[in-house]
């Protein structure tokens, strides 16, 4: 048995951690051979849509961005609320960034900024829980369990576990997002996290070899109860059990190893978030569907100005690097980046030099996809107070990842107590953005 440890943490105010593990041969969390849960996956998506091979990198900034710091500066509101690391002009005239976001201002022409993104909830449970899910859950910040799976879950259970040809997982997650499980969905459709010690647990323990000889012993012994088998029930066993091989012994873990990268590319990712969108960028070209990188430190309640020059000037380079590397290799129509975090942030600057949460304005921008990109949707009031324009919800923004995704959002599932629960009941997808 293969087993992938991770532990993974993620940093606000509420110092919430989580240590979760996957075994290969075995998931004993959720009492399932992996061949089982393959085939419940796979019998689910047979059920479904069937999606555009599109894929969706979630850039999670956990702990609440400030939308001014970042997509908003407001340079002539009052010196308590324009943003404290000032703006720099973008190649989209008349539109300006936060200070720290110089490389990402020459990239205008590959982003869209939503200035009027909001919701209700300045929780970080209960935010989080609406921005992953597009729905509210009040109990989230009192330990509430999540009552709507995650969109990455979404997709797993729409796409299956795995890609046929390479056993990549459909969805995974590189760092803990709280609400990015299935719910209701069930485990079998949780993402596939190989962060922390699982990196070198990618690796074999048993030669290649004898797993080789055990999959064609196991190959020649399912032939065998096959011959009597009129219903077929074996071939399709014998079918996820091969998936269940390839997911290991297929291309799906070289995607994780950077040692097989361009060293040049990797150089120009640099380290750390860097690295991670890298990986993720890998994981999609090898038929991963949703991928999200969780990259904390926020929750900036004081200090905000100090905290940016640290946190932003990494998210501006490795998006930047990111975006032109997609735009390279000519995937930025099949790959949607999505970035933003649980809320927003006070536009006020309190008496700490920093901003509070702030659920009634956040940060939102996305990139490829084939949306329409080069510009800024909606308004904010004159001090980043409120949206201005007509609000762009999480319902929305659910809306339109399914879009990109191929999946209406439309599409129903039967909750515990047995009724139909519609994905998306409210939300369309961003009008500006499909055109």
């Not at 940093?11 to 004993?28: I, Y």
């Not at 999480?394 to 909750?415: E, K, M, R, Y």
């Amino acid at each position: 048995m293969l087993t992938y440890f991770t532990s993974a943490g993620f940093g606000d105010c509420t110092q919430t951690t989580r240590r979760d593990f996957l075994a290969v041969g075995s998931l004993a969390a959720a009492g399932l051979a992996l061949p089982d849960l393959l085939a419940a996956r796979a019998a689910a998506a047979e059920a479904g849509q069937s999606p555009r091979q599109t894929s969706v990198v979630w850039l999670w900034l956990n702990g609440g961005p400030s939308h001014i710091e970042s997509f908003d500066p407001k340079p002539d509101a009052p010196v308590e609320y324009r943003s404290v690391t000032g703006s720099v002009a973008t190649t989209l005239p008349g539109v300006s960034l936060g200070g720290t976001f110089p490389e990402l201002a020459q990239q205008m022409n590959r982003l869209a900024i939503v200035r009027s993104f909001a919701h209700q909830n300045s929780g970080h449970g209960g935010g989080t829980h609406f921005v992953m899910t597009g729905y509210d859950n009040r109990m989230s910040d009192a330990g509430g369990r999540p009552s709507r799976p995650s969109l990455g879950s979404i997709v797993s259970r729409v796409r299956g576990a795995n890609h046929p040809e390479t056993g990549m997982p459909t969805y995974v997650r590189q760092g803990l997002i709280g609400a990015d499980g299935p719910a209701f969905l069930g485990s079998a459709f949780a993402p596939f996290d190989p962060q922390g010690p699982a990196r070198k647990n990618l690796a074999l323990t048993t030669k290649e070899d004898r797993l080789d000889d055990r999959r064609q012993l196991l190959t020649q012994l399912d032939r065998f109860q096959r011959q009597a088998d009129a219903s077929g029930l074996m071939r399709g066993l014998d079918a996820y059990e091969q998936q269940a091989f390839n997911l290991v012994l297929g291309s799906a873990p070289t995607a994780f190893d950077l040692s097989k990268e361009n060293k040049k590319v990797v150089d120009r990712y640099g380290k750390d978030l860097g690295q991670q969108l890298l990986i993720a960028r890998r994981l999609c070209e090898a038929g991963c569907g949703f991928v999200t990188v969780n990259f904390g430190g926020w929750d900036m309640h004081g200090q905000i100005k100090q905290g940016f020059q640290r946190r932003a000037t990494m998210v501006d380079k490795a998006v930047a690097v990111f975006l032109e590397d997609v735009a390279q290799r000519g995937l930025s129509e099949q790959i949607l980046l999505v970035i933003t975090g649980e809320f927003g942030r006070t536009p006020r600057i309190n008496k700490n030099a920093g901003r509070d949460h702030w659920a009634p304005l956040s940060t939102l921008a996305l990139a490829g996809g084939g949306l329409r990109m080069g510009q800024v949707i909606g308004e904010s009031s004159a001090k980043a107070e409120t949206p201005k324009s007509t609000p762009i919800t999480p319902q929305d923004l659910a809306a339109t990842v399914l879009d990109v995704l191929g999946i209406s959002p439309a599409t129903q599932f039967v909750n515990p107590a047995g009724r139909p629960v519609t994905l998306v009941e409210s939300g369309k997808p961003i009008r500006d953005l499909v055109g």
